[in-house]
């Protein structure tokens, strides 16, 4: 099982780094996690994209992780020959949002029906909303869902992916929780989104530090990983910004928290799901 970051970015646009996504390629195929901006280019480097998707999985709605997911529906239904439903898993809300992205694209819709003799059907997408417990489950891969703490919006989850006894957590926007450290115990990979509290403070903007009450920061994330006996922590949707040269920062803060392999995303880095031993 490999871990592929589609877009390492985060709501502040970088020429560098997609919205937040992440490819969980595993025996029944490849599994999207979350859909930000600039994510089906990046999949389209790996040879991947919206046709080769088994089933994409949301962790909140918050606007940067689904920027993409109106591509991903036009791509996947404009470019199959036969019906090919998509299957979307999201929070508590999702149905709604589904059905308001399909409307905003209505008019595409009747623009291509109109244009294209074989094109007979509409695009496909089954929303189902999810809270806790197995949502996905194909052959030997397992996906389960359990709540996150990204308040006040709400309601968010984080997801776990079994294949073949290796396991990867997709953790998305949230502080430490329950649920997170329920869905960590004993992972091979945790994805996880954190923030640089110390620059955050020094920047002294607002509508920055309000971030801060509703995202882990680099040391929350380490402890999370280090607590559930975690393998390789990967860092992603880095707020603020990685500074060319600060790199090594990320790693240090993590590496005081937790002893095992730690990652700092970058656009198509690949992991693979294997045990790390510390």
Request: hydrophobic share 45%.
């Amino acid at each position: 099982m490999q871990v592929v970051i589609l877009g390492s970015g985060s709501p502040i646009p970088a020429p560098d780094r997609a919205g937040p996504a992440t490819l969980v390629r595993t025996s029944a195929g490849d599994l999207l996690f979350d859909a930000g901006r600039g994510m089906s280019m990046r999949a389209a480097a790996v040879l991947s994209g919206p046709t080769a998707f088994q089933a994409v999985f949301l962790t909140h709605l918050h606007s940067d992780h689904v920027t993409d997911l109106n591509d991903v529906i036009t791509t996947r239904w404009a470019m199959s020959f036969t019906p090919n439903p998509l299957h979307v898993f999201g929070p508590t809300g999702t149905e709604s949002f589904v059905a308001a992205t399909e409307s905003m694209l209505e008019t595409d819709i009747g623009y291509r029906l109109a244009h294209h003799e074989d094109l007979t059907w509409r695009p496909g997408t089954v929303a189902t909303e999810v809270t806790d417990g197995t949502v996905f489950d194909r052959g030997d891969v397992r996906v389960t869902v359990a709540p996150t703490d990204h308040a006040p919006v709400h309601p968010t989850v984080g997801y776990r992916v079994d294949d073949g006894g290796r396991s990867v957590v997709i953790a998305g926007d949230t502080v430490p929780c329950a649920g997170l450290d329920r869905l960590c115990v004993g992972a091979d990979v945790l994805v996880h989104t954190v923030v640089r509290r110390d620059q955050i403070e020094a920047l002294a903007v607002p509508r920055l530090l309000d971030v801060l009450d509703y995202h882990s920061a680099v040391a929350d994330a380490a402890r999370t990983a280090e607590r559930a006996g975690v393998g390789t922590l990967v860092l992603t949707h880095m707020v603020p910004p990685v500074q060319p040269g600060s790199e090594q920062e990320w790693i240090d803060l993590a590496r005081a928290e937790f002893a095992g392999s730690i990652v700092l995303a970058e656009d198509l880095a690949t992991v693979e799901a294997a045990p790390v031993l510390h």
